[in-house]
């Protein structure tokens, strides 16, 4: 079985300013790992994964995320957001063998003001 | 593009009534999955299904049923709605190889 933590329920920010949007996993397989964004009113969207190979993975809007191995995190990254980013940001992972059942975070609402 | 639709995407319905809300995807995936969605909460895999005529129950102990009949539709049903059921139910599948899920918009459900 797996397990996401996210440490952060709400993140604000400023505009323009970096963020770090925290997620760590626990599983006994290997895992695939995710991010999700949840606008208002709307279902998940991928926003990045993680396979393999290179350990930084990115965004096509900006954002990066890290997997680290020895601390079992995933976390997520931006060096400079903009309004448009308030959203609900979920960390998922899924085992790369049997269910393929995606495990959800809590999320982390992060709200950027102007 | 994914193409996941769910509807209705907004239900407010009196206790003791039965609803289905309906997802269908023309990705032609095997894999699909309804959670339930509780703001500040883990999104709770409720049932999911591997293919047609194959259902399970997820982790959330849940009163609803869900059938697959035929590969593109994953409806789930309450045969009794009560106010606890009262949250936002989320549609997704994944095909065979794929890594991710895609998600629908959403059934936001209101038993009053």
Redesign the interface.
């Known amino acids: 079985a797996q397990s996401?933590t996210q440490l952060d329920?709400q993140v604000p920010v400023f505009e323009e300013a970096p963020v770090e949007l925290r997620c760590n996993y626990s599983s006994s397989v290997s895992v695939?790992l995710?991010w999700?964004v949840q606008y208002p009113?709307?279902?998940?969207?991928?926003l990045l994964?993680y396979?393999s190979g290179s350990t930084l993975v990115e965004s096509i809007n900006g954002f990066e995320a890290e997997f680290n191995k020895s601390q079992t995190s995933f976390h997520l990254r931006k060096p400079s957001v903009h309004i448009s980013d308030t959203a609900e940001y979920?960390c998922a992972v899924?085992d790369r063998g049997g269910s393929?059942?995606?495990?959800?975070?809590?999320?982390t609402s992060l709200i950027v003001h102007p | 593009e994914a193409d996941?639709y769910?509807t209705p995407?907004y239900l407010v319905i009196g206790t003791g009534k039965k609803i289905t809300l309906e997802c269908s995807q023309t990705m032609g995936h095997d894999?699909m999955?309804w959670?339930q969605q509780d703001p500040?909460?883990?999104?709770h895999?409720i049932h999911?299904s591997y293919g047609v005529n194959s259902t399970e129950k997820?982790d959330l102990s849940s009163e609803s049923t869900v059938s697959r009949i035929r590969t593109e539709h994953f409806p789930l049903t309450l045969e009794s709605a009560r106010p606890s059921h009262t949250s936002q139910y989320?549609c997704?599948s994944?095909g065979t190889g794929g890594?991710?899920?895609?998600?629908?918009?959403?059934t936001?459900l209101t038993v009053v």
Do not use: D, H, W
């Open positions: 996401v329920s695939y995710f999700y009113n709307q279902g998940l969207q991928l994964k396979l979920f899924s393929y059942i995606p495990t959800f975070g809590r999320g | 996941i769910q995407r894999k999955y959670y500040g909460m883990e999104l895999l999911y997820g989320l997704a994944r890594t991710e899920a895609f998600f629908g918009q959403g936001r």
